[in-house]
């Protein structure tokens, strides 16, 4: 499923394409609701019967992973960081975890994650339930294969010169690289990284995009693009600018631009495009994040 619209970007004076994912009909919809679909399936086919994740207090990936879990009866465990009276208070994707039956632990450090993570499949196993591990922002292989799926799907006749896409796991992107090289479909794709510097970044998609082009025998045709100028000091943070664009989204373009994901790669391809002189078809990869924006 591949929705499509055109806008008219007036700080670089073109269109664009966005590929609404933001709109993708399960699981909350955005990439971590494409994700999902795609790692449900595993887990659906080898009868888990339980799943163990993480993520923070506005998750959207512990947010499609425990609507998954309801869907279709599973037990699910999400180990959470981040401020525990926040998440009793918010809306969003924290309202929507408290509200689905699943198990929340909070813990207070990062380094308490594996652990708890640990502690929480013993603690299925030990009363007879096969739990599935899923790593935060369903960064698995299968998780990245949503993505060359999508790709299949994608309009033969869309015109690409340069795709944009938010970067945080890399996972995203690399699938949807993967997905572009076995389709021989020849265009940039730039990463506006939400968390990561440039280096660090970058291998991890490269990381990604390998395991993704080995494990389906596609052969690597995509150079690793992923810029951190955008960063605004890091995961989270924005500056004024980004912020206008996220409070002006929905007016400017009939869709929400969060200021942690999609509005922070929107901010980065305008800035990009503009500082670089792009000439070409632009397609920009609505991640998502309508439940964190409205938080
Ligand atoms: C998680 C997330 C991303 C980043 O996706 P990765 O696959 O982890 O790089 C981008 N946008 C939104 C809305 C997200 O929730």
Known sequence: MMIYQKIYEPTIKSNITVIRDDLYPFLGGGNKGRKLDSIGQEILEQSYKAVV????????????TAVFCAQNNLK???ILHGDKEKFYQESGNAKIMRMS?????????????????????????????????LWGGGHNCQGGKAYID??????????????????????????????????????????????RNQQSAQEHVSTFYNMLCDTFSIQRKHEVIVLDEYLCGGYEKYNNELKKISDNSIQNYGFTLDTTYSGKAFWGMQEHVLKHNLQGNIVFWHTGGIFNFLA
């Open 150 to 195: 999508a790709i299949n799907q994608l309009d033969k006749q869309l015109a690409v010169d340069y795709l944009f896409v938010a970067c945080g796991t890399g996972s995203t992107q690399a699938g949807i690289m993967a997905g572009l090289s076995q389709n021989n479909i020849d265009c940039k794709v730039i990463g506006i990284s939400v968390a």
């Open 76 to 78: 699910c465990t999400l």
């Open 101 to 133: 039956g699943a198990e929340i632990i909070f813990v207070n450090q990062p380094v308490e994650i594996g652990p708890a993570m640990d502690q929480a499949m013993q603690n299925y196993q030990r009363i007879g339930i096969n739990a599935y591990y």
């Open 53 to 64: 994740t993480t993520g923070g207090i506005q998750s959207n990936h512990c947010r499609a």
